[in-house]
């Protein structure tokens, strides 16, 4: 996630988590998807910044996020995924923009979302009186998967 306070901005990304994509061969699509992680692995290389992000993401009381596909829409340039986004311990609304690709029995997906942290109920931060975080953040992912024994990208039987 791209965040962008008042003076610069950072990067927060998490590298574990787990993802639960249902592949379709017939239709050469995925069928259903679900992606979580703890908000503990989530970072942004300095330590100060890390602790202060999951105090305000009250990560004690609300310790994972959890995207969950309702519905996959072509598009012209790729796919839009209109799921739900589970975070601070509230569902709401989320679509993501995706790009698929793949070479034999390897599914590559990327997406972008941008997300008001408000619509969780999350706080503006606001530090010193000064800086302040913009509420909307752009979120990116890249993620690869193997599809199960006997199937491939351009195998739809």
């Not at 703890?38 to 602790?51: Q, S, Y």
Request: hydrophobic share 45%; charged share 25%.
């Amino acid at each position: 996630a791209e965040v962008r306070p008042t003076a610069h901005r950072f990067q927060a990304s998490v590298s574990t988590f787990e993802a639960a994509i249902a592949w379709d061969p017939q239709a050469g699509s995925i069928a259903a998807a679900e992606l979580s992680f703890d908000l503990a692995a989530l970072t942004t290389g300095h330590p100060r910044r890390d602790r202060e992000m999951l105090r305000w993401l009250d990560a004690e009381t609300h310790p994972r996020a959890r995207f969950r596909l309702i519905e996959l829409e072509q598009i012209d340039d790729g796919l839009l995924a209109h799921g739900r986004f589970l975070l601070h311990g509230r569902e709401q609304p989320l679509t993501l923009r995706l790009a698929l690709s793949g070479q034999a029995d390897t599914l590559g997906v990327e997406g972008t979302a941008t997300l008001d942290h408000r619509d969780w109920d999350l706080p503006r931060i606001r530090t010193l009186l000064v800086m302040t975080v913009d509420p909307v953040l752009k979120v990116h992912f890249s993620l690869q998967a193997s599809l199960p024994e006997g199937h491939t990208i351009a195998n739809r039987e």
